[in-house]
């Protein structure tokens, strides 16, 4: 077992340890509170944006204290046509949601090129309500600025890995976060 004091090496990087399992999980709870406040009788339905996203789930549901329900969906962007560019498509969403307050679970927003393809989708379906919670925000990267009701914590503009988040496929089952090392 690596120590979580110390660096890591993924394939051609190194990472050094960011955001300890103690620390995550307090932004976790805190996180939960704000929701189980707000959704206390609206019954939500989760989605939860794989794979980056099952880590985040399993442990905000641990601490959701509400009736609310979840689904796991994928999204996967195939080339369009030249006027529509690439198409983001939404798999395994196959529920009715338009009498359903919905929150997006997202393990972070970079860009915002996702969710700004995303929303509209789903929007287009008649939630009753729709609000997005990601565990963490690069402010300095995000490109389309929307609504973010729950954001765990905001981090500068570095690479990071573990806690379901990837490099090349491989570092999701780090239970701590790791910022790469230049
Ligand atoms: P966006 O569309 O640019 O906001 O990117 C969102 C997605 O890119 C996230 O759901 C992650 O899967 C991935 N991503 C963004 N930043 C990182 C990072 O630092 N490490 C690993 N994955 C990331
Ligand atoms: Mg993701």
Redesign the pocket.
């Known amino acids: 077992m690596p120590s979580m004091n110390n660096n890591i090496s993924i394939l051609d990087k190194d990472f050094k340890p960011y955001l300890s399992k103690e620390e995550i999980q307090v932004i976790i709870r805190q996180v939960a509170a704000r929701i189980n406040r707000d959704y206390a009788d609206k019954t939500p339905l989760f989605l939860s ?1 794989l794979n ?1 996203s099952f880590m985040l789930t399993a442990d905000l549901f641990k601490n959701l204290d509400i009736p609310c329900t979840v689904s796991f969906v994928k999204l996967a962007s195939y080339r369009g046509t030249r006027s529509t560019g690439n198409v983001l498509t939404l798999i395994g969403l196959d529920e009715d949601i338009s009498e359903r307050h919905v929150v997006i679970l ?10 700004s393809e995303l929303i509209p989708t789903l929007g287009k379906r008649n939630p009753l309500s729709l609000e997005v919670c990601t565990l963490l925000l ?1 402010p300095e ?1 995000l490109k389309h600025p929307m609504k973010l009701k729950y954001v765990g914590k905001k981090i500068p503009n570095d ?3 573990g806690y379901g ?3 090349d496929g491989q570092g999701r089952n780090l239970p701590a976060i790791y910022q790469i090392v230049d």
């Open positions: 944006i980056g997202e393990d972070i927003v970079d860009t915002g090129k996702t969710l690069k990267a690479f990071i890995v988040l990837d490099y």
